[in-house]
T-cell receptor, first 115, second 112 residues
Framework: NAGVMQNPRHLVRRRGQEARLRCSPMKGHSHVYWYRQLPEEGLKFMVYLQKENIIDESGMPKERFSAEFPKEGPSILRIQQVVRGDSAAYFC?????????????FGDGTRLSIL | DQQVKQNSPSLSVQEGRISILNCDYTNSMFDYFLWYKKYPAEGPTFLISISSIKDKNEDGRFTVFLNKSAKHLSLHIVPSQPGDSAVYFCASSDTGRRALTFGSGTRLQVQP
């Protein structure tokens, strides 16, 4: 499967725990994006990363949320001390490095539920 | 502040007819526009895109039209098929930022 891979597909956490969401981009893609979708809403941009660099984190909450895309391995979106309002679908997308007008291709998301 | 708006939450058309989905945007810096299709429990699937230097782009049954003066784009699907039933999102970005701004989606139902 050459598509964007996200895991886990479903994640259940209790309030106060940490959530780690993983994303492996499509082969040949070096740009990764994270989006969040609340029920009945569109996707909202959170962060844009290239290998070892955060390029744009303007959509990411300042507290409790962090993202990384290390030289080796998948991109990780980390949510510390989760709260009920963090329950959402989190989607990762990737695009190639060349050219600015390149479509982003999405994974199937991680559904995060907070008890 | 919704910079990308899809004012029709749902649309129902007969199989074989044309489906027209609409999208309006307010940010004049947007210069790249995309349409995605989404099935439940799956990620958005890229359909077609258009840059602001064009006013039309076609790919098979899908055509996107861009009216820059009206800040309006539309997706035409013809002929519509039952497998097209899904939620359709329009999205926009400007060259300086790759972040996509999405509309809230339109649920298309194609009746056999």
């Amino acid at each position: 499967n050459a598509g964007v891979m996200q895991n886990p597909r479903h994640l259940v956490r209790r309030r106060g725990q940490e959530a780690r969401l993983r994303c492996s981009p499509m082969k040949g893609h070096s740009h990764v994006y994270w989006y969040r979708q609340l029920p009945e809403e569109g996707l909202k941009f959170m962060v844009y990363l290239q290998k070892e660099n955060i390029i744009d984190e303007s959509g990411m909450p300042k507290e409790r949320f962090s993202a990384e895309f290390p030289k080796e391995g998948p991109s990780i979106l980390r949510i510390q001390q989760v709260v009920r309002g963090d329950s959402a679908a989190y989607f990762c997308a990737s695009s190639p490095a060349s050219g600015s007008n390149q479509p982003q291709h999405f994974g199937d998301g991680t559904r995060l539920s907070i008890l | 502040d919704q910079q990308v708006k899809q004012n029709s939450p749902s649309l129902s058309v007969q199989e074989g007819r044309i489906s027209i989905l609409n999208c309006d945007y307010t940010n004049s810096m947007f210069d790249y526009f995309l349409w995605y299709k989404k099935y439940p429990a799956e990620g958005p699937t890229f359909l077609i895109s258009i840059s602001s230097i064009k006013d039309k782009n076609e790919d098979g049954r899908f055509t996107v039209f861009l009216n820059k003066s009206a800040k309006h784009l539309s997706l035409h699907i013809v002929p519509s098929q039952p497998g097209d039933s899904a939620v359709y999102f329009c999205a926009s970005s400007d060259t300086g930022r790759r972040a996509l701004t999405f509309g809230s989606g339109t649920r298309l139902q194609v009746q056999p």
